[in-house]
């Protein structure tokens, strides 16, 4: 009985979170949101993850993670507000060394 319960509650976890994936949006530029229920961490936890996948997207590709829009999303009339996070960024290459002029 008690490992149906749990499963039973790891299912209905499993639904708290939704993100849109990484969509193209225009030239080297991305767009990522996701949403977390209040028992999964909620906004600061969408937050975390979305810059954590967005940085990891960029890297994986040998260029620099670049903010353009970061903002919180969600329902503002919940007490539980923000439940989500977008991101729209680019990947661009890393910023050359300068050379000392010695």
């Known amino acids: 009985m008690r490992l149906k319960i749990l499963l039973c509650a790891a299912i209905s976890l499993a639904g708290c979170a939704t993100t849109t994936g990484i969509v193209p949006v225009g030239p080297n530029t991305y767009l990522l949101s996701e949403?977390?229920?209040p028992a999964l961490g909620g906004g600061?936890?969408?937050q975390r993850a979305v810059l954590a996948e967005a940085t990891a997207f960029c890297t994986?590709?040998?260029l620099?993670?670049?903010p353009i829009f970061l903002r919180p999303d969600g329902d503002p009339t919940t007490p539980y507000y923000p439940t989500a996070y977008d991101?729209?960024?680019?990947?661009q290459p890393p910023p050359k060394p300068r050379r000392s002029q010695d």
């Open 35 to 37: 949403m977390r229920a």
């Open 44 to 46: 600061p936890e969408a």
């Open 60 to 62: 994986t590709r040998g």
């Open 64 to 66: 620099t993670f670049v």
């Open 87 to 91: 991101a729209t960024f680019r990947c």
